[in-house]
């Protein structure tokens, strides 16, 4: 059946608008409100022979069986870690306690800062190992030694400075006093030379499970202090806790260490660059509860991961699993899968929320357009009608009469009407033929009494 061209324009304008409109929406949902996670993550971790190194391995091994390649950034500590997250060259690192703003009260700067914390993931103390030194009373007696405090600029190194400067081993200017040699050694390197006598102590911020932590704490020629101001150490610096290394827990079969080993200590934090994409957070949130969950010389099982005393503002999806766990979808499906179906149901909440509105009043509306149209015709044959019934047409007259007849038949015969105008579609030609009727009445009409 014809269809008017004009028709056609504005139904092809219509779904063509209409395309226009999903194609944008698809676009924004899929690149904006939900892109697709990358399958390449960067994480800094710190020295090759350190225990976020190791910490980074898990995390990759968990990371790859999801389908996402973790690369891992060796560094010189926490420092270059942080320096990092903040020039953008990683996306998540770990970051030793005391170097965020939140620990050092600094509310406006953890205001301005885009990076977050995902968790705390254990505790780091303050290791403090030499060979025949007191040191329970204080590090004073660390004055004129030998003293490894970690390579410069890292965090160890800035912990260490900082308790040096608070027995007076380092003055406030940071120069050493009184002889005193500070060594930039740290990790496996620095358990050497405390073991040679190359130095006469080392201070390590590290977790217990650190390869140089665990090799000097096997070690039984060598003493572990214990500071008996830890709490009030912990008290003046507001990024350190007192904890106790109790006794035994290191070898119980050689009672070592052989009595409470009072420790300040820090905590490790896991922290994410803005760019994250929220999927990826949320599967490093579940790697680290399968990582850190356990128990070790310091904690209990279940005390990490942690969202308390971070470093940084907590970050929305720390937030949200802390409260109720995973997304519903990752707790069920794998990973991309989880995914999948959830840009698709982005995708297809929009999309039903303009399609079914539109779908319900796409039908009255092309109801009463056609309405309309048949109206229109009805209209034009009742002016007709009333126009034979006033006066009599002449030739010409009675000529266009009958092509404006035959206009108003081929177009409700060729108009595709629904089936329920049929009805008024043949009603409408019934008084179509009977208009022509009446030209051709007035025909013989004027043909039996021509004009005198």
Do not use: C
Request: charged fraction near 15%; avoid cysteine.
């Amino acid at each position: 059946m014809h269809v008017p061209a004009s028709m056609n324009r504005k139904w092809l304008t219509l779904w063509t608008a209409l395309a226009v409109l999903i194609a944008l929406l698809t676009w924004g949902v899929l690149h904006i409100v939900s892109p697709w996670p990358p399958r390449t993550l960067t994480m800094s971790t710190g020295a090759a022979d350190g225990a976020y190194y190791q910490f980074g391995l898990k995390y990759q091994r968990i990371l790859k069986a999801n389908g996402i390649n973790l690369v891992l950034q060796p560094s010189s500590g926490a420092v270059e870690n942080l320096q990092r997250l903040n020039d953008g060259s990683t996306s998540v690192a770990f970051v030793q306690g005391g170097l965020g703003p939140l620990t050092r009260g600094l509310q406006k700067q953890a205001d301005d800062t885009p990076l977050r914390s995902l968790a705390t993931i254990g505790f780091e103390p303050v290791w403090i190992f030499s060979h025949t030194l007191d040191l329970s009373g204080g590090l004073s007696a660390l004055t004129g030694k030998r003293v490894a405090v970690g390579v410069a600029g890292s965090g160890n190194y800035k912990v260490a400075v900082d308790l040096l400067r608070a027995y007076g081993v380092i003055d406030p200017q940071g120069q050493p006093r009184g002889g005193t040699a500070l060594v930039n050694e740290g990790g496996l390197a620095a358990a050497a030379e405390l073991e040679q006598h190359q130095i006469d102590a080392i201070i390590m911020v590290a977790a217990p499970q650190a390869p140089a932590v665990q090799r000097l704490l096997a070690n039984p020629t060598l003493h572990l202090a214990s500071l008996v101001q830890a709490e009030g150490l912990a008290r003046r610096f507001p990024y350190f806790q007192s904890i106790s290394l109790k006794r035994g827990s290191v070898d119980p079969q050689h009672n070592l260490p052989p009595q409470d080993v009072a420790l300040l200590a820090t905590t490790a934090n896991l922290v994410i660059a803005p760019s994250l994409h929220p999927a990826l957070a949320y599967l490093l949130l579940a790697a680290a509860e399968r990582i850190h969950h356990t128990a070790t010389l310091l904690n209990r099982p279940g005390d990490f991961p942690s969202p308390k005393a971070t470093d940084f503002p907590l970050a929305e999806e720390a937030d949200h699993y802390f409260r109720s766990g995973r997304p519903f979808l990752q707790q069920y499906l794998p990973f991309w899968a989880a995914i999948f179906v959830q840009r698709l149901i982005l995708l297809l909440v929009p999309l039903l929320a303009i399609l079914v509105p539109l779908l319900r009043i796409l039908p009255p509306l092309f109801h009463w357009k056609q309405q309309s149209r048949l109206f229109r015709r009805y209209g034009e044959l009742k002016y007709l009608e009333r126009e034979l019934a006033s006066r009599v047409l002449d030739d010409a007259g009675r000529e266009r009469a009958h092509a404006q007849l035959d206009q108003i038949e081929r177009d409700a015969v060729h108009t595709k009407f629904p089936l329920d105008f049929s009805d008024r579609v043949y009603t409408l030609r019934q008084h179509v033929d009977y208009v022509r009727a009446q030209i051709d009445r007035q025909i013989e009409h004027a043909t039996e009494h021509p004009p005198p």
